[in-house]
């Protein structure tokens, strides 16, 4: 299932952190370069606390996700972190050892001790010498340590099924009466016979799976994207336009991998080039703008009371989707681009679950406001890619392409994301155990916690718009389409011509 709410959800992150300048491996092949990826961030922080204890049940859980990870990565982890501690221990000696020997000399000069003092500066050079090579191995170990962690996924909700796509589970179906499927009723058809779409000059000006909306599919966009933001508000959300460009370095801290590890490396999303000899930090065009409203809270520490935070954003996703192949291809279902409204939590770690309904309630809104048949949907292991802690999807029924269709998805990614972008917050109360009842294991505790943040599809246009084709069409007895049924809480976001094609009906 291609899931709207990430981009490439079954690749996952691996990507090498060395102190606050980093580098994409994959991508480096790909452009046979080593041109380096500037962070403007720290480094993730990740619990290995939580990695080394719980080895049994990481393991388990990369392999019930499909995670691609080296076998013996979470061992390899256990090893370095272990190996970290023992050469810090030895680092604060010598550096005590150090300081030591500094009062040494200072103390031998007032008392005019000359040999003392040359004793403790030949000591004091040699713990130099050896506080300097203990500093670069623990730099090493970090390193390789960071860049092992940040291939294991997220854990996942104990009540997720387990397995594939087919594994998902059905929670609820809603609305009317699924219509019967019926090829009459393809979007692609119908959208030919009242000039609704054309894919021949998009194919002319970009490629296959690029397209021009016209006419009522033009205005239907524009009203959709308002009813949708339009609810988002009436549930406190607050409207954000974000920026269609990010760092490539914002993507992976989010759980994005901007190129997979195959040979040679296949691009998941498309990469701006920059001049030639450009010390500039790589950037890419946005999947879904889940990524810049996670950028707007990286790096910040929130006071207490500050939670949860509630944004929607709009904005255009970009989908390489390298090696899609088939029917889900055709027409609007799967394109390059498309208009995106996206709603973003970020939440106390206490309040992520609580949270996940609360958004699931109003996607539920928006669709039932437009009298779709669909259904709810938890996702299984093989689903959640890298972020996701656990994922529902919505699927519309389409009656043209004969299937139900993904036309929204939420994910509860827990810490996942700000422990790689540092949103943390200050809480009001100490922590209590009981916080995190669905965890495996007990997580270790910063000072100041990391939140947790939330991602739902509010609309994803073209797939909304494939299902009210397809379900609103209105056929003469010759099966041609002559007009529109379209759902009347759009009227009121409808700007065409009160005198044009008399193509729309609504209804309520």
């Not at 103390?107 to 040699?126: F, G, M, R, V």
């Not at 894919?199 to 000006?205: A, D, F, I, T």
């Not at 970009?206 to 009436?234: P, Q």
Request: aromatic fraction near 6%.
């Amino acid at each position: 299932m291609a899931s709207l709410g990430c981009q490439s959800r079954r690749v996952f992150q691996r990507t090498h952190f060395l102190r606050q300048r980093y580098w994409y491996s994959s991508q480096a092949e790909a452009a046979n370069t080593s041109r380096p990826t500037a962070s403007t961030l720290p480094a993730p922080r990740l619990d290995y606390r939580s990695i080394c204890e719980n080895v049994i049940y990481k393991a388990t859980n990369a392999i019930n996700r499909k995670a691609p990870i080296e076998v013996g990565t979470i061992d390899s982890v256990v090893r370095e972190h272990t190996e970290h501690k023992r050469v810090s221990e030895t680092l604060n000696a010598k550096r005590n050892a150090r300081s030591m020997a500094g009062e040494r000399i200072r103390k031998s000069s007032l008392e005019n001790d000359s040999t003392a003092k040359a004793l403790a500066l030949e000591e004091a050079t040699a713990l130099k010498a050896e506080v300097a090579n203990l500093e670069s191995t623990l730099a090493d170990i970090d390193a390789r340590l960071l860049d092992l962690a940040l291939a294991i996924p997220n854990d996942t909700h104990p009540n997720s099924p387990l397995g594939p796509e087919s594994s998902a589970v059905v929670l609820s179906t809603h609305g009317p009466e699924p219509i019967l499927a019926d090829t009459h009723r393809d979007h692609v058809s119908i959208c030919s016979a009242l000039g609704l779409l054309d894919l021949e000059s998009g194919s002319k000006v970009t490629g296959s799976s690029w397209y021009y909306l016209m006419n009522e599919a033009a205005l239907l966009e524009v009203a959709l994207t308002n009813y949708a933001l339009s609810v988002a508000l009436r549930h406190g959300f607050t409207p954000v336009t974000t920026p269609d460009i990010v760092r490539s370095d914002i993507a992976s801290r989010c759980g994005f991998q901007p190129r997979d590890k195959s040979n040679p490396p296949v691009s998941q999303m498309y990469h701006i080039q920059p001049h030639s000899g450009s010390a500039s930090p790589e950037l890419v065009l946005s999947g879904t703008s889940e990524i810049p409203l996670a950028g707007m809270f990286a790096n910040k520490i929130y006071p207490p009371g500050a939670l949860p935070l509630k944004v929607v954003g709009l904005g255009r996703a970009f989908r390489a989707e390298a090696g899609a192949r088939g029917a889900d291809t055709r027409g609007l279902y799967r394109v390059h681009q498309f208009t995106k409204i996206e709603l973003f939590a970020v939440t106390a770690e206490d309040a992520s679950e609580p949270m996940m309904e609360e958004i699931m309630q109003i996607q539920k809104a928006i669709l039932h406001g437009l009298g779709l048949t669909f259904r709810v949907l938890d996702m299984p292991s093989e689903e959640l890619g890298a972020s996701a802690f656990r994922k529902y999807d919505m699927e519309a029924w389409m009656p043209g392409r004969g299937k139900w269709g993904e036309v929204s998805s939420l994910s509860n990614c827990t810490d996942y994301q700000a422990r790689r972008l540092h949103i943390r917050y200050r809480s009001q109360q100490p922590k209590s155990s009981t916080n995190l009842q669905y965890s495996p294991h007990t997580p270790s505790h910063p000072a100041i916690p990391f939140a947790h943040t939330l991602n739902g599809t509010a609309a994803a246009v073209p797939r909304l718009i494939v299902a009210l084709l397809e379900n609103g069409a209105v056929f003469n007895d010759k099966a041609e389409v002559i007009s529109l049924r379209l759902p009347a809480v759009l009227k009121p976001f409808w700007i065409g011509p009160k005198h044009g094609r008399n193509l729309i009906e609504w209804c309520s």
